[in-house]
């Protein structure tokens, strides 16, 4: 792939908000002058701790440590590569890209991922024209869709809902026009293509006909995939002609369990006394958009998995949930608690009293937006309805029923990270199954000991954090918040007292290198000097973090006596135990160590003066 020209990489950075990039994924909140914080989304954290400095360019999360600028952002969050990530911003942003060979890639040489995102776009356009048009399928999908499912047009239009025609209607030659690679129209799951065919029309067998076509969008907005209803138009010789949805398989832009349906526009809806409601499927989640609920989001057909709610963590802490009160939607509540506790997500369970089984679909139909104030005045605690799923009928349950039950929800409560929580948990469902708080407490110790300690995910332990900070670290930091120090330092510290070993050590070694060579490019062109993903974040972290001192040099003189001190010291320990050791009647050796060894006393005695003149 053509490489990306240093000068545009350094406008793109100029002309690209940070800000509205992170934005994207996280909320954020003012946090003084040009910073703004949110919670950290390549980590599992209740405060926020993850800053954004729109003004620097930089982002700094002082929980994990992850550091960066616009591009490293959208490479973590989006697993793109370097070249990817400027084009995927440059495309988003109006900013052109421009390669070293001035003609840009080919079609065959784009990413893939972009290629797979350009392709389910102009899918969806075919599926949505197909929707609309006049004709046996068009017509037939639009009365299915208002006539049976009873949705309005309006939000058809919204969501681009779509059609896929009983013969694939022509998507596999509209797509191919487009000149996709190979490779892509393999991998994008919307045909099924043998091994050995060579890419045609005919070679291109449609994996959805017959169908309702219901775009999924990743939480960026992006279509990433397909739900497919059945529908009396689908094929009877369609290898899943009996299963009511068919989702598109796993591609590399496309995970079922990181995804939920919906939450590209729910994220922005949520906020204090708007939770998130997580419902079954998409159709609930549209009914629930359709009356006026707009927090409404839908897992991809699977179990809610850790990645889901990170995802809803990300921009809000409380989750109600609407599922079936039938036996399996108990069951995937159940399996979602532990998981909810432990990302210090608030849940709570909606139901309506004296109905025995509820569907969302058919309750926000027949009775609009009341229903939803109806159904929250019945809301259950996350450790409420665990019991009453674990235990339905208290009164009636023999000592060992109950016994069983209060190791189940114990097994649950043990899910919260938070001491403070699962005491509270413990107080609640003692109150529900009618045990003394300090029996529970005692059997959940119990049960906390069997599991092995773990620490938050990605979280560096303080150790850890502590033992970064060298004085490579700090002189690092000081060089590139003041470049002036550059030239001096580069005179004053000879390469063998660097740590080359850390990476602060490395980058430190060849900036001072750059000021030796008065080839220094300045601090906001650095991008050539950097060689991997770790280089740029710890240049990204020190940046986002400006030292608060009165006086640099002397700061840096104090940084250099480290140095000193931790280059020359072991060879000191070394001369003393030698002469230790060396006979009463010194000789020739003796006296040569005992002449270093006057020397490096008085090196290390010396006072460091830095000066501009070095």
Not at 177 to 195: N, P, Q, T
Not at 319 to 339: N, Y
Request: some cysteine; glycine content about 8%; charged content about 25%.
């Amino acid at each position: 792939m053509p490489a990306i020209k240093p000068s545009c990489v350094r406008d793109l950075k100029l002309r690209v908000n940070l800000a509205d990039v992170v934005s994207r994924v996280v909320t954020l909140r003012k946090a003084g002058g040009s910073r703004l914080k949110g919670l950290c989304p390549f980590h599992n954290e209740k405060t926020p701790s993850f800053n954004v400095d729109a003004d620097k360019g930089f982002y700094k999360c002082f929980g994990c440590g992850k550091a960066g600028d616009a591009i490293t952002f959208v490479r973590e969050t989006e697993q793109m590569s370097f070249t990817e990530a400027v084009e995927a911003l440059g495309q988003r942003y109006g900013v052109a890209i421009e390669y070293e060979e001035g003609s840009g890639p080919s079609r065959e040489e784009r990413s893939l991922r972009q290629e797979l995102f350009d392709i389910h776009d102009r899918a969806a356009a075919h599926f949505r024209e197909a929707f609309r048009a006049a004709g046996p399928a068009g017509d037939f999908m639009r009365q299915y869709w208002s006539g049976e499912r009873r949705f309005t047009p309006e939000l058809a239009e919204e969501f681009a809902i779509g059609a896929a025609a009983p013969d694939g209607g022509g998507l596999g030659a509209a797509i191919l026009k487009m000149r996709f690679s190979e490779d892509a129209l393999r991998r994008c799951g919307l045909f099924f293509i043998r091994d050995d065919a060579m890419i045609t029309v005919g070679a291109l067998r449609p994996r959805f006909r017959g169908r309702l076509m219901i775009p999924i969008r990743d939480h960026q907005g992006r279509v990433v995939a397909f739900t497919a209803r059945q529908t009396a138009l689908t094929p009877e010789e369609d290898p899943s002609r009996e299963a009511k949805y068919v989702n598109s398989p796993e591609t590399p832009i496309f995970t079922k369990g990181n995804l939920l349906f919906n939450l590209d526009r729910a994220r922005t809806a949520v906020g204090e006394g708007r939770p998130f409601v997580m419902v079954e499927g998409q159709l609930d989640a549209l009914r629930c958009w359709s009356v006026g609920l707009k927090t409404a989001v839908a897992p991809q057909g699977t179990s809610i998995t850790d990645g889901q709610l990170a995802l809803l963590r990300r921009y809000h802490p409380e989750v109600e949930c609407f599922f079936d009160s039938d036996a399996a939607g108990q069951k995937a509540a159940l399996r979602m608690l532990p998981m909810a506790l432990k990302a210090g997500i608030e849940v709570r369970f909606l139901t309506l009293a004296g109905e025995a089984k509820v569907d969302p679909d058919i309750l926000f139909l027949e009775h609009g937006i009341r229903a939803y104030d109806e159904v929250r005045k019945g809301a259950l605690s996350a450790i409420a309805f665990a019991c009453r799923a674990s235990l339905p009928s208290p009164s009636q349950a023999s000592s060992e029923q109950r016994s069983r039950a209060a190791q189940a929800v114990l097994a649950i409560i043990a899910a919260a990270e938070s001491a403070v929580s699962r005491a509270a948990f413990v107080s609640e469902a003692a109150a529900h199954l009618n045990f003394p708080a300090s029996a529970l407490q005692a059997d959940l110790r119990r049960i906390l000991g069997r599991q092995p300690a773990a620490s938050a995910a990605g979280a560096p332990s303080p150790a850890k954090a502590r033992s970064e900070i060298t004085p490579e670290h700090d002189l690092l930091r000081l060089c590139l918040h003041f470049e002036q120090l550059g030239r001096p330092l580069s005179a004053a510290i000879p390469h063998d007292w660097i740590d080359r070993s850390q990476t602060a050590g490395v980058l430190l070694n060849r900036f001072l290198g750059e000021f030796e060579n008065g080839s220094w490019p300045g601090r906001d062109h650095l991008d050539e000097l950097m060689e991997d993903d770790d280089e740029k974040s710890l240049v990204a972290s020190l940046l986002f973090d400006a030292p608060v001192v009165d006086d640099p040099f002397k700061v840096a003189a104090e940084g250099i006596r480290r140095l000193r001190s931790r280059a020359i010291e072991p060879r000191l320990r070394q001369i003393e135990l030698a002469l230790a050791k060396a006979p009463s009647d010194f000789n020739d050796d003796s006296s040569s160590l005992l002449r270093e060894l006057s020397d490096l006393q008085r090196l290390l005695r010396q006072p460091v003066q830095l000066t501009d003149a070095g």
